[in-house]
């Protein structure tokens, strides 16, 4: 018998080799299965929201993320993380599960500036480029995986790349840049915002919706799906425009860095509570200092993912108007309204309805 498998080219695992082999065939076709093992010093099992977050891209990636109301997949994902979430490693290392599905997928890939793209670039192609460390059976790299998943040789460009069998696999750009010669199936845009003076400036936030529109959707394939990762500093920031212009196709999955819980004390008595999201990157001590420390509206954004423009505002949630329907119309004449702008600085707003 070991002859014939020796002839036939199969090899007699051990039972370490089988359990390798095993894990091997479970992340092939589970992202987070894929995590854990590429990085088990970041991704653990007791950290839920790393398989919440790697579970909803996986469903997005298998048009498996339903909008229960319309029936149709959601095509469009928004991540609103805390600071240390690993939300941008994290969408590296699913380009390159992805790519390991298939070599046809197209990344297509925006960043605030040129070189943040090109460094999110290098970390996908050094991820898939990296070897294995040879009889370390708890080290594992994309080819552990997918043996033949390699960067096509003399194409392997920082910002713009391809794979064996491909041909182009990956295209990097910034907000400041364009996107040329390529269409993509999976879109990624990560942290558009550079700060809370951006966050305000309508220059800015018009310029990301224009390219967005302009640009970046129009290199999307039929069918392609989007990761929008933003720490969201304004209502009418890139994440809130996707939200408000196509709330049928935006999926959102927002974490809190501190989340409210009820409890009960010794007596019975509910009580409720502020405890980090995950222990492990922040304490809930360590949360609560920054908390008292950081100035309100950077928090806000930062780690509750608040906008920033959303306090101080004299209406919250929309106005209550009046329907055609809920009016006796036969009971007025004429509806009324004129408004006198206070257009010269001189003068006073005067607006009379009736």
Not at 13 to 24: D, G, M, P, S
Request: with cysteine; proline share 3%; charged share 25%.
């Amino acid at each position: 018998m070991e002859l014939l498998k020796e002839l036939t080219g199969h090899k007699t695992l051990t039972a370490e080799e089988t359990v390798r082999q095993k894990k091997i065939e479970t992340a092939k076709g589970n992202f987070w299965e894929y995590c854990l093992l590429m990085n088990p010093s970041f991704y653990q099992r007791h950290r839920e929201y790393q398989k919440r977050i790697c579970d909803t891209m996986q469903a997005l990636y298998e048009h498996k993320l339903m909008n229960e109301t319309t029936n149709k997949p959601y095509d469009i994902l928004i991540l609103n993380l805390p600071p240390g979430a690993g939300k941008s490693y994290t969408a590296a290392l699913f380009a390159t599960w992805c790519f390991g599905q298939s070599v046809k997928n197209a990344i297509i890939t925006v960043s605030y500036n040129a070189m943040l793209a090109e460094t999110f670039a290098k970390n996908v192609r050094n991820i898939i480029s990296d070897e294995e460390i040879k009889g370390d059976d708890a080290y594992f790299v994309p080819s552990s995986f997918w043996p033949n998943l390699k960067i096509k040789r003399g194409d392997g460009a920082m910002s713009k790349w391809s794979l064996e069998g491909s041909n182009m696999s990956y295209l990097a750009a910034g907000f400041d840049g364009s996107i040329t010669g390529m269409r993509g199936n999976i879109g990624i845009i990560d942290d558009p915002i550079k700060n809370a003076e951006e966050a305000v400036n309508e220059r800015v936030k018009e310029k990301h919706w224009d390219f967005y529109k302009n640009t970046f959707a129009s290199r999307m394939l039929d069918g392609a799906i989007q990761i929008i990762i933003q720490t969201r500093w304004a209502t009418d920031d890139l994440a809130g425009m996707l939200l408000t212009t196509f709330p049928d196709r935006c999926y959102e999955l927002k974490i809190q860095a501190l989340e409210t819980v009820t409890e009960q004390d010794e007596n019975g008595a509910e009580r409720k509570t502020e405890k980090s999201w995950c222990e492990d990157l922040y304490s809930t001590p360590d949360l609560l200092q920054k908390k008292a420390t950081i100035d309100p509206d950077i928090w806000d954004a930062n780690y509750m993912q608040e906008p920033i423009d959303k306090k101080g505002g004299l209406y919250n949630g929309g106005f209550k108007t009046y329907a055609p329907d809920m009016l006796d119309l036969s009971r007025f004449t004429r509806l009324i309204s004129y408004t006198d702008t206070a257009d010269t600085g001189a003068d006073y707003l005067c607006s009379i309805c009736c």
